[in-house]
């Protein structure tokens, strides 16, 4: 079971634009005081399948016994030496989208940075679940999210992602009409999992085959590829930085 | 449906069965209904053999969103499997196995939760249900969210005659994904003619057996199960409960009221064959247990209930009803308080923002009254020149997305009220019906049909009866006309009008008399508008909570009444102390935790106005100047200290200073002058220290605040004061269609408003056509548009288009975390804002100030 952990303030400020710099004393006693709402407000809760990688061509990738087929050059790059793909949806629920509500109604600074804790609850929450799968699965290397959306692999997709981990009957969570995730505090991802006892014979006889390259390189190439490329803060203030933290 | 003599065995898990023989996971299972027929017609046989009376059709997702890409018409997919359901049972040559056509949810979530329209999610299941033609009776289950349920069963009732079961989907915090609560649900659906209520899906026996005790107690209806069998396990997908253990855990809920069971994902045959036995099993206990009644067997004590059956029993047949939103319940066990604030009737500033629309106000208003302690809160749009049954529909929508109480839909049109009622997401109380014929028969039937609670006013055609026993005739009419339409008399709660002492002096005891009569006589709630009591008298507070005291000694059950009035919530703070309500006084004491004597109040300097007030009042003094701040220096030498530390208070985010200073310059300062004075340079220099990178997001918006706390002291003034507000000019932001992200639109509205612009918000989701409307009626020189996401940069674009196509003149700016310069220009628009200040910038080039 993956629980909501005391929300890491230091990401919630990289979110809000402070980079390194640790925001002043009134502005992290507000952020304390957003905590305990915020952490009532959350119920999260995820949905994840494990699919054996069937086939795998220059820009699609099929699962096993899974209607789901991934399209498109990046999601290929990004699955490149795996044997199997976790499919990952989860959410913080839509309470914290009515506490975002009231709180857009009642006080502004509350809201923005409830806003950021919250999107630094959600992220944690992915790493706690990839966390637990690593130790079901201990030797399968797992790669950073990669979400519908990012690169050239379709937003649509989310909805079929949603229905291959049966995410609205399970955990609540569905798409608006243009492929959005509600409740709105929501994460899809797409992990490679990579066989490292398969790795480890490759690299002893290939000798550095590009398919046992570090999975951090993998993520940087991906960077450029994001669609907040241009506008993300993290980028601007630290350069390329790998996106699985 | 059932003689509830026998329960009826329902079907189990049909997903799983048909991954078994061979659907892929994520794969469409309805088309399977039209592909592999015999199938799908296998399962549903295995199930009837296994002992199942009712089979599911195989078309949970059969929606024609869900649909789209089966490749199927919708219809023909349904048709097909309720003819593979109906084979089944033909091969079975059994008589007695009901089809159930199958509804599950739509998958897209209802406003405000997502971008669905409740009309829309009605559609979706009116065509649904139109297509199960040939089903016995109709299955809603597996919902979440409760104004979905509330579509799909209006859709059921209104468009067809079979009977409906309805089952949501609960956690083990006993609420579902959305919120919702089952008292909530129980209440919603307990008079809205459904045949079975109750759960599917989500957890398995052993959760759900407590929650299915506590939906026995919140509903007469019978009672519905289908569990999982057990808990998945998230990495294998398969179930820990096996047969054996499902039907025995079954067996302990049977005596609540069930009157249909089965089993949900991870369920088969086996586990349907056990259930079985089990349930006949029980039956047949049961019946000798009460065939023996009274009996030596009987007088051994050898009991057959569970020892919790009889006080849940007597909860179920004594709980008088309630009201509900989808998180909360509020039973009329004990007085409540409904909050009276949402009413235009004498409140200029109220008024004011209905006729502009001003929802931030309003539901200002809604917030302040629920934190003061209001349960409920009534709801009252009524005002010439609105359309009123349009504002009541948004009101309520907007309400219930930011608070999570009750609302009474305060009108006495039937078509403000059966809309209201309609997408109210709950169970509603109605204010109200009175005695009067054309009342009585305009408004019941509306009750009756949305399965509301309902205030009836004791007048009629002969106006209010002076004598309390006039009042109770009218009571005694409205209540037996309301049980003859089949309205359970518990949903009326009886107003017997509160008059005006100053007025009415000797009808107020009549009043206070009625009350105790309908308390006593008729058994039923009673509801006074309490603060009508004191109009025109000096000091009402006072008045009204003695009237209040009394009211509730009476009998007064519900009170409407103001709760920002600390003297009258404290009345009924102690009322619920002394009569032993509020036990061992927790909420009372919760609500005066951080109570302290009163002491005496040092005034501020600046508060007794005059020209003390420009030399800075206590409230602002020791803030100090920022180091180095010259603006500061400036403004305490032209505008005074008092000035000066607002200044300040704006700069470092001080709310509270921020709004007694304000306030207590408002006196002696021109309200123009602290805006653009002391308030714009604030801003001013915020802005700058954010542009430089020496100030943060946050720091801008919390001096954002602050000038918004102190709008609002200007904005309170010159309305009483008389004075018309002046606009620098009117701009209208919206966040395009399709995107539901709006958080950034909404700090950039705040930062406008700071500096002076009126702000037409068109909300998030907004087509392109309220767009361009907005920029024609306004006539604004500039629409700011913002889209979070990549995908929604074509609808921006489109709007763009059209605004440009509409010959309008306005300029647009655009915003959102994926735009760059480039692309900003590549769509058309005039202007991009990389941030909320820069946005105020371009603003203000393109009005010149």
């Not at chain 2, 979905?148 to 006993?174: C, H, Q, R």
């Not at chain 2, 994904?177 to 659906?189: H, K, N, R, V, Y």
Request: proline residues 4%; contains cysteine; negative net charge.
């Amino acid at each position: 079971m993956v629980e909501l952990k005391p929300i890491r303030m230091d990401e919630a400020a990289r979110y809000l634009g402070y980079g390194d710099t640790t925001p002043d004393e009134t502005i992290l006693a507000l952020m304390k005081e957003c905590e305990a709402p915020l952490m009532e407000a959350c119920h999260p809760a995820y949905s994840v399948g494990i699919f054996d990688m069937e086939c795998c061509s220059e820009d699609e990738v099929k699962l096993a016994e899974c209607a789901l087929t991934l399209t498109g050059k990046d999601i290929v790059k990004h699955l490149v030496g795996c044997t199997k793909v976790a499919l990952m949806a989860a959410t913080l629920g839509p309470g914290v989208d009515m506490l975002m509500r009231r709180l857009q109604l009642t006080s502004m600074p509350k809201a923005v940075l409830t806003d950021a804790m919250a999107g630094a609850a959600i992220e944690q929450i992915c790493d706690d679940i990839q966390a637990e799968l690593q130790g079901k699965m201990p030797l399968y290397r797992q790669t950073w999210r990669f979400s519908p959306g990012y690169g050239d692999l379709p937003l649509a997709m989310q909805d079929e992602l949603l229905a291959a981990v049966e995410a609205n009957k399970r955990i609540g969570l569905a798409t608006t009409d243009s492929h959005m995730l509600t409740p709105l505090k929501s994460v899809t991802a797409i992990i490679g999992l990579q066989d490292m006892t398969k790795e480890l014979r490759k690299v002893a006889t290939e000798d550095g085959d590009a398919i046992s390259a570090p999975v951090g390189a993998c993520a940087a190439g991906a960077c450029a590829g994001c669609a907040y490329h241009d506008s993300c803060i993290s980028r601007q203030d630290k350069g390329t930085q790998e996106t699985d933290k | 449906m059932t003689d509830n003599r026998q329960i009826l065995i329902l079907d189990g898990a049909m997903g799983t069965e048909l991954q078994a023989a061979g659907l892929p996971v994520g794969g469409i299972p309805e088309v399977w209904n039209i592909e592999h027929p015999e199938k799908v017609t296998a399962i549903h046989r295995r199930y009837i053999e296994a002992g199942s009376q009712v089979v599911y059709t195989n078309t949970f997702g059969a929606n024609r969103l869900k649909m789209a890409k089966a490749g199927y018409p919708l219809n023909a997919l349904i048709v097909a499997a309720i003819g593979n359901a109906r084979a089944a049972v033909t091969e079975s040559g059994r008589t007695d196995v009901k089809v159930a056509m199958d509804i599950g949810p739509i998958g897209r979530l209802i406003e405000p939760l997502g971008d669905m329209s409740f009309d829309e999610a009605y559609d979706i299941f009116a065509e649904e249900v139109r297509a199960a033609k040939g089903a016995d009776m109709i299955v809603i289950e597996t919902m979440s969210d409760l104004s979905e349920s509330k579509a799909a069963v209006l859709a059921a009732k209104e468009n067809s005659d079979l009977p409906v079961f309805l089952t949501m989907s609960f956690e083990a915090n006993s609420r579902t994904f959305t919120g919702t609560a089952i008292a909530s649900m129980a209440l919603t659906f307990s008079d809205m003619g459904i045949d079975g209520i109750g759960m599917n899906c989500s957890l398995g026996p052993e959760e759900l057996l407590p929650m299915v005790k506590e939906l026995y107690t919140a509903t007469k209806l019978p009672l519905v199960v289908k569990p999982n069998a057990g808990l998945p396990d998230p990495a294998t997908n398969t179930y820990n409960v096996m047969p054996e253990e499902f039907g025995a855990i079954i067996r302990k809920m049977l005596p609540y009221g069930v009157c249909a069971v089965g089993g949900c994902c991870g369920t088969s045959p086996e586990y349907i064959r056990e259930l079985t036995r089990v349930v006949r099993e029980w039956e047949a206990e049961r019946d000798a247990y009460e065939a023996a009644k009274g009996s030596a067997k009987e007088a051994s004590g050898q009991a057959f209930y569970p020892d919790d059956y009889d006080e849940l029993m007597t909860l179920r047949n004594t709980r008088p009803t309630g009201i509900a939103s989808a998180s909360r319940a509020v039973w009329f066990t004990e007085p409540r308080c409904i909050g009276e604030r949402i009413n235009p009737t004498g409140k200029k500033r109220f008024k004011e923002a209905l006729l502009a629309g001003d929802m931030d106000y309003i539901l200002g208003q809604a917030i302040s009254q629920v934190e003061a302690g209001a349960e409920i809160l009534d709801v009252n749009v009524g005002l010439p020149g609105i359309d009123e049954t349009a504002m009541m529909v948004r009101v309520i929508r907007e309400l219930q997305a930011v608070v999570d109480v009750p609302l009474q839909i305060d009108s006495n049109k039937p078509e403000v009220l059966e809309a209201a009622l309609r997408i109210y997401c709950g169970k509603p109380l109605v204010n109200s019906v009175n005695g009067e014929e054309k009342s009585l028969s305009s408004i019941l039937p509306l009750v009756k049909k949305y399965g509301a609670a309902v205030v009836g006013l004791t007048l009629d055609e002969d106006g209010i009866g002076a004598s309390a026993e006039q009042r109770f005739a009218v009571a005694e009419k409205i209540v037996s006309r309301a049980e003859s339409m089949g309205i359970r008399r518990e949903n009326l709660q009886i107003d017997c009008l509160t008059l005006t002492a100053s007025a009415e002096q000797a009808g107020v005891a009549e009043t206070l008399k009625a009350v105790a009569m309908v308390h006593d006589k008729l058994h039923l709630g009673a509801v006074l508008g309490v603060s009508n009591v004191s109009f025109g008298l000096p000091n009402r507070d006072v008045i009204n909570t003695a009237f209040l005291t009394m009211a509730l000694q009476n009998g007064l059950t519900l009170p409407i009444m103001n709760p920002n009035s600390e003297a009258m919530m404290g009345a009924l703070r102690a009322y619920r102390v002394l009569m032993n309500i509020d036990k061992n006084s927790l909420a009372y004491m919760d609500a005066y935790r951080d109570w302290k004597p009163a002491q005496t109040v040092v005034v501020a300097a600046g508060a007794t106005g005059g020209a003390d007030a420009t030399k800075g009042g206590a409230a602002g003094a020791g803030i100090g100047a920022p180091a180095g701040d010259t603006v500061a220096a400036d403004i305490a030498a032209k505008l005074g200290e008092g000035a000066a530390s607002l200044y300040t208070a704006v700069v470092r985010g001080l709310a509270a200073q921020g709004t007694e200073l304000t306030k207590s310059l408002l006196g002696s300062m021109d309200s123009m002058d602290i805006v653009n004075g002391v308030l714009i340079p604030a801003l001013d220099t915020v802005g700058a220290g954010f542009e430089s990178g020496r100030l943060f997001l946050p720091q801008l918006i919390l001096s954002a605040s602050v000038v918004q706390g102190a709008f609002a002291e200007i904005k309170s003034y010159m309305t009483q004061t008389g004075s018309a507000t002046v606009s620098k000019g009117t701009i209208v932001l919206a966040t395009v269609k399709g995107d539901i992200h709006d958080i950034g639109k909404n700090i950039v509205k705040v930062l406008l408003e700071n500096y002076g612009f009126t702000v037409v918000d068109l909300g998030r989701d907004v087509e392109i056509e309220a767009v361009v409307n907005a920029a024609r009626e306004t006539g604004t020189p500039l629409v700011g548009l913002s889209a979070l996401m990549t995908t929604t940069l074509p609808s921006m674009r489109d709007t763009i288009a059209a605004l440009r196509e509409a010959g309008l003149p306005c300029k647009v700016v655009v915003g959102g975390a994926v735009l760059t310069p480039e692309y900003a220009a590549e769509i058309g628009a005039d202007y991009y804002g990389r941030d909320a200040k820069a946005t105020v910038d371009i603003a203000k080039e393109v009005f010149g100030v």
